[in-house]
Structure formats: structure tokens, C-alpha cells
């Protein structure tokens, strides 16, 4: 539930930032290639990941730690400023709406993920080390290097490439 705390400040600071660049296509050109390639980057790393040992848990982490960690972690300000900030710019030309249905779906995904693998992993953690979790991470990694190209095609018709 850390996000939920944390990304607000993040999310609006993005958006100023990607707003006052909103006239400049190539500027967005070069959030949108850098958010694919971020993303890109991402899916490799999924679909290079190994099984993993399960271990025993501890206690959990505290909320305060968890929120802690995710403003030190430079992973949200580069997701907002290179793919979220720009995607809540483009969904507001559907209305004045759509930016924050983006949002609300985006951390129901995301909170509901984070929760599901938790509750998966304490319930199913001999499936860790099996092939079918490499499966799983391997097609996910698939899904993400799709969203990827997509955002680097986004760049390149703002470069006037395509």
C-alpha cells in the first residue's frame, strides 16, 4: 500500500513537469523513447529472471518502511515522468475524466498485483522454483516489451519518423 502514500506528490510533480513541456513534440519524443526503453529494459529483466528459492518470511515490513523505500526508489519518478505523466496528458484529450480512470485502474492493477503475489507466494511456494513461474514471467516480460514498442512508436511519430 506504499504508492497509495507515496506516488501522489510524484504523480503531480510529473505532471507539471510533462505538462510544461506538452507543446514540445520533441521533448515528448524523448519521454516517450526513454519510457520504452525503460520499460523495455524491464522486460528483459522479467524474461531473463530465474526460480527463485522460497524462503521463510520473517515479520512483514512496516508500512513506514515500505513508504520510505518507495520515495528513495528512483523507479516511480522515472515511471511517472517517461510513461505515466505522459499517458494521463494523452487520456485527457478523451476528457477531463480519463487521466484519473488511468490512475484508479493503473494502482488497481498495481496494489492488486502486489497483494495477489503476496498472498500467492505465502499459499503456493513450492511453485517459486518450477518452471511454470519462469512461464509466467516470461509472457508478462512479453506483455511489457509490447507496451514498450508501443511507446517507442509513439516517440517516433512525434519525431516525425513514422
Known amino acids: 500500500l506504499a504508492p497509495l ?22 521533448v515528448l519524443g524523448c519521454l516517450s523513447l526513454v519510457g520504452g526503453g525503460y520499460i523495455l529494459f524491464l522486460a528483459w529483466e522479467c524474461m531473463a529472471s530465474e526460480p527463485v528459492a522460497a524462503v521463510d518470511a520473517g515479520p512483514s515490513h512496516s508500512f513506514r518502511k515500505g513508504v520510505l523505500t518507495n520515495f528513495l526508489n528512483p523507479q516511480p519518478y522515472i515511471f511517472w515522468v517517461s510513461v505515466g505523466g505522459p499517458t494521463m496528458l494523452a487520456a485527457s484529450d478523451a476528457g477531463p475524466f480519463a487521466p484519473w480512470g488511468y490512475v484508479l485502474a493503473f494502482y488497481f492493477c498495481l496494489v492488486g498485483a502486489k497483494l495477489s503475489v503476496a498472498l500467492a507466494v505465502g499459499r503456493f ?33 512525434l519525431f516525425n519518423v513514422l
Do not use: N
Request: net charge positive; proline share 4%; hydrophobic share 65%.
Open 125 to 157: 511456494r513450492r511453485f517459486l522454483g518450477g518452471r511454470l513461474y519462469v512461464l509466467i514471467m516470461r509472457l508478462l516480460g512479453a506483455a511489457l516489451a509490447l507496451f514498450a514498442l508501443m511507446l517507442i512508436r509513439k516517440a517516433l511519430v
Open 5 to 26: 502514500a507515496t506516488d501522489p506528490p510524484i504523480i503531480l510533480l510529473s505532471l507539471f513537469l510533462v505538462r510544461s513541456v506538452a507543446g514540445f513534440e520533441t
